[in-house]
């Protein structure tokens, strides 16, 4: 068994060293777990008012207070973090995701369904849909609207992800809804670590959320709330893919009928 | 707005004039529809003990006294019926959804996934995934265990499905889960007419729904009983594929991450 589960909190928009504290002030509640996730842009807040406000608040991977301090709480606790990260590079800014470990940075996903005005800040990701073997577990990660393109959960899932991390900066509640299921079709422990509070014009809705292989929500949190959840998780439940003894989540598609989704 | 739903009851294994008599004794209660649904295999029953024995309750749509019942039914209450249908061609068996109007039979859907011992008894559909547009909104057919495989709800959207009709005799109780956020996703509406009742081991397990294109459940039906539910459907709230002004389900698809899908 394993223990993994996320922190949600409400990052304050463009002020990375209160953001720090944060995470830090509720680490302590993670301290049991190897593997947290965070919510998207934890860092930096979400609403920006222009692309430079967005720029003023990424940072470099190679050169990131950020990372560094994810870095260091991943050493003192002994665990993995997934956390949503405004990444600069050069001159272009992603809605990006950060895998730590006690060891380091070991890799990082970027966004590729882009959400409303941040087609207008972000570039589009460009890392593909990368899975981590973590030695415990092998993991995936979406960012937010991602949650809402089947093909990407299947994909990660078929790759070998038996948890998909989904650091979320959620406005409506229909993601809360969907991910479980995601979980029960690809047979995946799914958590989502949403953000709460408001930014300006936008209010996000907490309810962080963990599923299991089977469609179950194991543990959900307030809308707006701290709130840091972690539980135990069979992985061997999310590596058995039989539906029914006849039955198998992926050796069962009809890969030949289904060339329609890339046409 | 049209009106459409289903007719759920429990058909008896190897009995079709019990089986259509059932149906028509339920279908005034169906009179308003523009659509209804039946279960899968509404006219045989489900749990063959061999394929002999499914053989021998098949039958082939252009000789059909099955076929030919609905499609009266279709002209007495001027409405489309989709209804599961163990189909014969030559020397093979498929477990297919028929789509009769006034006018006659109009199509057919051969279920691709096939369930357990269903493995056994019928051929693979060799039909691909047809939608067929009725004039007041276009429908596709999908049937029960096709429900994990979102691949099918998604190709039958982008395809243009307002309705997505899901003829089932479901045993567990997960596809109730999900089938609505397949509609969320896909934005169509999507109506499971399952069958209740025991034949053998097997126990079906009724409940079936029809949810909306955001995921919200409009009608259920017990679990054990006989029910005909009939609910008005905008369709234009399945034409509408903008998830915000700026993001729309199928456009914002990045089809070049998605190769994997068919790898």
């Keep these: 068994m394993i223990k993994a589960g996320f922190v949600q909190f409400n990052p304050v928009l463009g002020d990375q060293e209160t953001n720090i504290k944060k995470i830090k002030s509720l680490m302590p509640l993670a301290k049991d777990a190897d593997l947290i996730v965070l919510p998207e842009l934890a860092n930096s807040g979400y609403n920006f008012v222009s692309k430079d406000h967005a720029f003023e608040n990424a940072e470099e991977i190679a050169n990131s207070r950020f990372i560094d301090f994810l870095i260091d709480e991943a050493r ?94 959620l406005v409506l509640p229909y993601a809360q809804q969907a991910v479980p299921v995601h979980g029960m079709i690809n047979r995946t422990f799914n958590i989502t670590a949403n953000r709460y509070g408001t930014e300006r014009d936008v209010t996000f809705s907490g309810k962080s959320i963990i599923s299991d292989p089977f469609g179950k929500t194991m543990v959900t ?42 046409s």
């Design 76 to 169: 003192k606790y002994n665990l993995h973090i997934v956390a949503g990260f405004n990444e600069r590079e050069n001159n272009n800014l992603y809605n990006s995701s950060a895998l730590v470990s006690p060891e380091g940075f070991l890799g990082k996903y970027r966004k590729i369904h882009l959400f409303l005005n941040e087609k207008e800040i972000f570039q589009k990701g460009n890392v593909g849909l990368p899975v981590f073997d973590i030695g415990f577990c092998t993991i995936g990660i979406l960012i937010c609207f991602d949650w809402i393109f089947p093909e990407v959960w299947r994909i990660l899932a078929m790759k070998g992800a038996d948890i998909i991390c989904h650091p979320s900066n």
């Design 221 to 262: 949190a307030a809308p707006d709330k701290d709130a840091v959840k972690i539980i135990e998780m069979d992985i061997k439940q999310a590596r058995n893919k039989m539906i029914t003894p006849q039955n198998h989540a992926f050796d069962d598609r009809i890969v030949e009928e289904y060339s329609y989704l890339i």
